[in-house]
Structures are given as structure tokens and as C-alpha cells.
């Protein structure tokens, strides 16, 4: 992914603790070479990125294929139950062609909103029916090709997905239903003899992780071995956690233990693992990942859209839980939408303001969504920092203002995904003045993408 060295003039950059004018940042093999401040005008040869530039955004969770649910799965009323067999009809028409189109398409998306890597929590792994393709990982090869040509970098989470459900009289839980074959790979030594087998092409711009789809989809006694797979690699290892109460209950039922507790008690806690969701845990569950270093991801656009709940942001920082963000679903793509949600939705619970800073909200939609995929080296305008970049305008209606009180707010409170006027990826100028370098009409591959997938 790295490219020929360029140099990038920054009418306003954020640099972590404020907004410094005239930045030049210049780029070598992909990463920052050297930060200069104090620079009134573009030096020769540089590139002008006009307005507010932050580091690149970090999609910390992502199921790519949900981009076809948009508009559809808001008709009506239904829970996060209904929603899912809506997902499922949609999972099931999906082949490495199609899912290569809709995934390319979504990144392009993505990479207009600022968004420089993401995080894709894949499980659609066989045919349906659960039939390998030829090649075993063709769907998981597709998202990788997807990313690449759209210019983002992806952390491909490639999942374990065993059962339907929580059995308080079969340790394997429920076998999966029909739409849920194509998911599994049988056993959990099944699924790490086959993502052992995918090999990336670049790894600056793919990397490959571990997921466990939930405590619903994984027995207890399969857990183990996706921690230590992701051990042995010291790679990422995600987890959906608690996003319903349902889960809870059925786990305490079969179990005696809350999810967080059941994967505690086998190993999948940790410094690098990330529980996405985490909407509904006890304080027990706060403690256990905050003491593990456990990192929660929050998506409040799509835990609102499915009317999940608000997870315990705040107290699962307080404990010692990194927070990160991803658009999950969706049912929206902006990460400066979702940072503006956790902040927004946790007034909305305790009817209190300011229990993050803009800078820390930006934190959590860039350095620290970049750590919980694998790459602690991204998310700050920093010498040796991957050259990763992302402009806001500040001429827009939303952010036009006085450029005297500029500061994270203007991005956090004021500006949108459609404010994104650049969009820089390992030096490369992606996206300029609001238009795809590499996807030309984003919007017309995005219909054919889901027209495609309509019965």
C-alpha cells in the first residue's frame, strides 16, 4: 500500500492536544517522515488539503454485506430478532462475485467518510448450506480485494460461528439453523486450520484476526482455542458481547455465567481483544473487562437503529476499558456521527453534559480503533505514524465559523461524513475534494451492488 514519497500542506491539523495552522506533512513508504508546524502556505511541491485534518478514522466493526439492508430493514417495527432474519435472506444471495461488488462499494463509501482502515467481522465464510467454495476462504479473499481497491486497509476478523444457541443440556449449544450453515466450519480446529491457510498480499494493507461470532455461537469449550490462535499471532481478536438480554439470560441459564464472565473464565479477555457492544452488563462484567484491559467498541448508530440499548460507556472507561467506534450495520457510514452519539446518548440517559472531551471522542474514532485492529501504529499526525489522513471542510453550513475557536469540536459537533473533503491512506490521495480517485461513481456502484442482491 505504501507509495513514493509526497508531501501534504495542512491549512489546520489536529494534533492529538490541539489544532495547530500550517502544517506540512511530509511522507515516505507509506508513513509519516517528518511533521513541520509553523508553515503559513503550501511549500513547493506539497499537496494543499484545505480545512480541518485529522488522522485517518477507524471503522472498528464492520459486517460489510448489511450495506444492502439500508432503507429495507427500516420499514415497520420488530426487534433485533426480526431484523436478523432480514439479514439472513440477504446473507444467503451472496457469492464472492456479489459480496466482492457490495464490499468494494461500502469501502469506497467508507473512504468518503474519512474512514482510512476498518475492521470486518466476517462470517459468511461457505456456500450456502455450508458447502466450502474451492478455494476455502473465496469470501474472506473477496473483503481483502474489496478494501484494497476502494484504498482502505482492512483487518479481516475472520470468525467462529458453531451454533444457534445456548443449550443448557448440550455443551455444543443448538446446532445452526439452515441460514447459519454457510457461517460454520464445523469445529473450532476446523475454522483455525482454514484462516491459518489465508495469506495477505500486503500486510500494510491487510491484516487477519480472530472473532468469536458470541458466546451463543461458540460453546464454552471451543472458546479456548480461538484465544490461543489469536495468541499465537498476536493478532486481534474481536468479540459481539451482551448486545441483547436475551444472551444474558440464556448464558446464566446454561451456564451459571454472564457472557463476560463465560469468557473470562476461558481466556478470551484481554489487551487485545475488543467486545463489541457490551450494551447490557452487570458491574462484575465493567470490572472483568476493565482489570483485563479489554477494549469495547461501541456503534451507537446501529445499537440505536435496533433499539439495543446504550451500553456503560463511560464506566467501562473508568475501569480501564479502551473505547473505540464502528458503524456495524450500517444503518449510517460516519464515524464522526458515531463519536458524536456516544457523547449524545449518554446525556440522553443521564441528563448531564460533557462526560467526554471532543478530543477524546476523536481518539476513540481514530488512534484507539486503529490499536483495536491491530495497528497501534496509526491514528496520530506523528513522525514514523502510518501516513493516514483525513480532511474535514470548514466552509461547509455545518462547520462555517470563526476560525479563532477552531478546535476537535468543530469535527465532533458540527461536522459529517459528507464534510470529508480528502482522504489520504498510506500517503496516497484517495479521496480528493469530495470525489473517489479509485471508484469513480461510488454512488451508482453502491446500486448495482444491492440491486444485485434483490430477489
Excluded at 229 to 249: C, G, I, K, Y
Excluded at 250 to 273: E, K
Aim: glycine share 10%; with cysteine.
Amino acid at each position: 500500500m505504501s507509495t513514493a514519497g509526497a508531501a501534504y500542506w495542512l491549512e489546520h491539523a489536529w494534533l492529538g492536544d490541539r489544532v495547530e495552522p500550517g502544517v506540512t506533512v511530509e511522507t515516505a513508504a507509506g508513513r509519516i517522515a517528518a511533521v513541520r508546524t509553523g508553515t503559513p502556505g503550501p511549500p513547493p511541491g506539497a499537496t494543499a488539503l484545505r480545512g480541518l485534518t485529522l488522522p485517518g478514522l477507524a471503522n472498528a466493526h464492520s459486517h460489510a454485506f448489511h450495506r444492502a439492508l439500508r432503507s429495507e430493514v427500516q420499514v415497520g417495527s420488530g426487534t433485533f430478532w426480526t431484523w436478523r432474519d432480514a439479514m439472513y435472506r440477504t446473507a444467503g444471495r451472496l457469492t464472492p462475485d456479489t459480496y466482492h461488488a457490495l464490499a468494494r462499494a461500502a469501502y469506497a463509501e467508507m473512504a468518503l467518510a474519512g474512514i482510512t482502515a476498518v475492521g470486518e467481522f466476517h462470517y459468511l465464510h461457505h456456500a450456502p448450506g455450508g458447502t466450502p467454495y474451492s478455494d476455502p476462504n473465496a469470501m474472506g479473499e473477496a473483503l481483502i480485494a474489496a478494501a484494497a481497491e476502494a484504498g482502505i486497509r482492512i483487518t479481516l476478523l475472520d470468525t467462529l460461528y458453531l451454533s444457534s444457541g445456548l443449550s443448557a443440556t448440550d455443551p455444543a449449544g443448538e446446532p445452526p439453523t439452515p441460514d447459519q450453515l454457510r457461517f460454520s466450519d464445523g469445529t473450532a480446529d476446523a475454522w483455525a486450520a482454514r484462516v491459518s491457510a489465508l495469506r495477505t498480499p500486503d500486510p500494510e494493507q491487510a491484516l487477519v484476526g480472530a472473532a468469536v461470532h458470541s458466546v451463543r455461537a461458540v460453546p464454552p469449550g471451543q472458546l479456548g482455542a480461538v484465544a490461543a490462535w489469536a495468541e499465537a499471532r498476536s493478532a486481534p481478536l474481536h468479540v459481539h458481547l451482551s448486545e441483547q438480554t436475551a444472551e444474558n439470560d440464556a448464558c446464566l441459564a446454561a451456564h451459571g455465567r454472564t457472557p463476560t464472565g463465560l469468557l473470562a473464565d476461558h481466556g478470551v479477555l484481554g489487551p487485545r481483544t475488543t467486545a463489541v457492544h457490551a450494551t447490557h452488563l452487570t458491574e462484575e462484567d465493567v470490572a472483568l473487562l476493565g482489570a483485563s484491559r479489554t477494549g469495547t467498541c461501541m456503534c451507537p448508530t446501529t445499537e440505536r437503529d435496533l433499539a439495543d440499548g446504550i451500553g456503560p460507556a463511560v464506566a467501562l472507561e473508568a475501569a480501564g476499558s479502551p473505547l473505540s467506534l464502528g458503524s456495524d450495520s450500517h444503518a449510517v457510514i460516519d464515524l464522526l456521527e458515531e463519536a458524536r452519539a456516544m457523547e449524545l446518548d449518554e446525556r440522553l440517559r443521564t441528563r448531564k453534559r460533557g462526560h467526554w472531551t471532543a478530543a477524546a471522542l476523536l481518539r476513540a474514532a481514530s488512534g484507539t480503533g486503529h490499536a483495536a485492529l491491530g495497528r497501534p501504529d496509526a491514528g496520530r499526525i506523528e513522525q514514523g505514524m502510518l501516513a493516514d489522513l483525513t480532511t474535514i471542510a470548514l466552509d461547509s453550513v455545518r462547520t462555517a465559523g470563526p476560525r479563532a475557536t477552531l478546535g476537535a469540536e468543530t469535527a465532533v459537533f458540527a461536522a459529517t461524513a459528507a464534510d470529508v473533503r480528502h482522504t489520504v491512506v498510506g500517503g496516497r490521495h484517495v479521496v480528493r475534494d469530495g470525489a473517489h480517485a479509485l471508484v469513480p461513481d461510488v454512488p451508482t456502484a453502491l446500486a448495482e451492488a444491492v440491486a444485485a442482491l434483490r430477489p
